[in-house]
Nanobody, 120 residues
Framework: QVQLQESGPGLVNASQTLSLTCTVS??????????WSWFRQPPGKGLEWIGY???????YYGPSLKSRTSMSRDTSKNQFTLQVNSVTPEDTAVYYC????????????WGQGTQVTVSS
């Protein structure tokens, strides 16, 4: 059973950098052909796709956060990370990691989500 677990600080100050890690179990993040994604859901709003880091290490970001986002990975720990720079209270959300099995938005495993609050 594949498992994903998000971790990181629950509270970030405005203008700082939000950093989250997703730890993956029972499958290598370098295995063909998986795409490791980040989502977020602000309070009262829908789910927003942020981007992914692929099995190859390449990255692709959605348009809404592209200018402030970076993703990376640590293959020795089987983890991938999300960084969002210059956060504002509008970045307050539950953040999720998930596995995409196609690269085109078919997700089969999800983390439970982690709440991040940006304080002003």
């Amino acid at each position: 059973q594949v498992q994903l677990q998000e971790s990181g600080p629950g509270l970030v100050n405005a203008s700082q950098t939000l950093s989250l890690t997703c730890t993956v179990s029972n499958v290598s993040i370098t295995s063909n052909y998986y795409y490791w994604s980040w989502f977020r859901q602000p309070p009262g709003k829908g789910l927003e796709w942020i981007g992914y880091i692929a099995y190859s290490g390449s990255t692709y970001y959605g348009p809404s956060l592209k200018s402030r986002t970076s993703m990376s990975r640590d293959t020795s720990k089987n983890q991938f990370t999300l960084q969002v720079n210059s956060v504002t209270p509008e970045d307050t959300a539950v953040y999720y990691c998930a596995r995409d099995i196609t690269g085109w938005g078919v997700f089969d495993y999800w983390g439970q989500g982690t709440q991040v609050t940006v304080s002003s």
